[in-house]
């Protein structure tokens, strides 16, 4: 799996997580079936919302090429907000053909983040 991180503002800064940290700290969490209705991140601009991020065809389409490469059979991880810490690829797949649920594992609380005050760019890839 590529290198990427969940990204969220915090009172120091952007924080980030390593998403194969997040993997390995939820691989015991139980899995659960949620409803899309509850995945909030589908009425934002989840993958546009960092500065110089544009939806732009080709950034779309490589966004559906991720969707299309991606596997439903993994679960999503949830933050202890409900918020989508990995697996945004899977949830806009998963509404895309038509499901009303998605797997997902969900932090009691939240692990603490790997860098904060790093832009996206500044973190290795």
Do not use: N
Not at 30 to 49: A, G, H, M
Not at 50 to 60: K, L, N, W, Y
């Amino acid at each position: 799996m590529r290198r990427q991180y969940h990204f969220r503002p915090g009172p120091d800064g952007l924080r980030a997580w390593d998403v194969h940290r997040l993997i390995r700290l939820a691989r015991h969490l139980p899995v659960t079936q949620v409803p899309l209705t509850d995945i909030r991140e589908l009425d934002e601009p989840y993958w546009f919302s960092h500065e110089g991020d544009a939806p732009t065809p080709r950034a779309i389409a490589l966004h559906v090429q991720l969707m299309d490469a991606c596997d439903l059979r993994w679960p999503i991880i949830l933050s202890a907000d409900g918020g989508v810490m990995d697996g945004m690829h899977r949830v806009a797949q998963a509404l895309r053909l038509g499901h009303t649920h998605i797997s997902a594992q969900r932090f009691a609380t939240d692990p603490a983040p790997d860098y904060v005050g790093m832009g996206p760019q500044e973190l290795p890839y």
